[in-house]
């Protein structure tokens, strides 16, 4: 587990560098790209009572790979190593413990504790892995796939404005999440895999 943290808190740092050379100083409200990440989530996983609504889990679970990445950047300061936040985090996702929490409460739980004290819960977010059954395993998987995205979003205008966010009606996420049930997670192109993939059905 500890390795995989450490690769996804490299790859996040890169992807972050890649926005803003200086990243860390510029004290982004991380908390409030995590909460409004959770209203989407919530969005796919349906809460209105007075009509019908089938949760869409794949997409819910993609939110939450989401969360994670604006939770990682929360968690890192100015002399941040990351082989040590890497431990404190996996400490942190084994407090969890077998705290029960439905997804809607467990999203809830995060969002509030993100807007109070404008940071990241790790064990928080443990309890939304848990009510989401997305296993570290899954974590990492979808993290590294959704890393290829954004950096493939970057590349093609993303923060210009350019890049299309909708491919034949559908979100690129939706796009994503398709293409990560073709692929062989295994292989050790596996994030060269995923961008090429990404090329091939990209409209522009």
């Known amino acids: 587990m500890r390795q995989a943290l ?11 560098t890649r926005v803003h050379q200086d990243w860390i100083n ?16 919530m969005d796919h996983y349906g809460y209105k009572w007075w ?19 604006f939770g990682l950047s929360a968690l890192f300061h100015s002399d941040t190593e990351i082989g040590v936040l890497a431990e404190e985090i996996a400490s942190d996702l084994q407090r969890a413990g077998e ?18 004290t404008r940071g990241f819960s790790v064990p928080q977010f443990a309890v939304l892995m848990q009510a989401c059954n997305l296993s ?28 299309q966010k909708l491919w034949e009606g559908r979100e690129d996420n939706e796009h994503l999440a398709e293409l990560m049930e073709t ?12 961008y090429e993939a990404l090329k091939v059905r990209y409209p522009g």
């Open 136 to 163: 570290f395993d899954d974590l990492y998987r979808h993290y590294v796939g959704k890393n290829v995205l954004n950096f493939f979003r970057q590349d093609h205008g993303y923060k210009e404005g350019s890049y």
């Open 26 to 41: 510029q004290n982004f409200e991380w908390y409030r790209a995590i909460w409004i990440e959770c209203g989407e989530l």
């Open 6 to 16: 450490e690769t996804m808190l490299s790859m996040q740092h890169r992807m972050n």
């Open 99 to 116: 705290a029960k929490l439905d997804v809607r409460a467990a999203t809830e739980a995060l969002a509030m504790t993100s807007l109070q």
């Open 51 to 69: 009509k019908k609504q089938d949760p869409d889990i794949a997409q819910v679970r993609l939110e939450v790979v989401d969360i994670w990445h």
């Open 183 to 194: 692929l062989d997670t295994q292989s050790g192109d596996f994030p060269s895999d995923v």
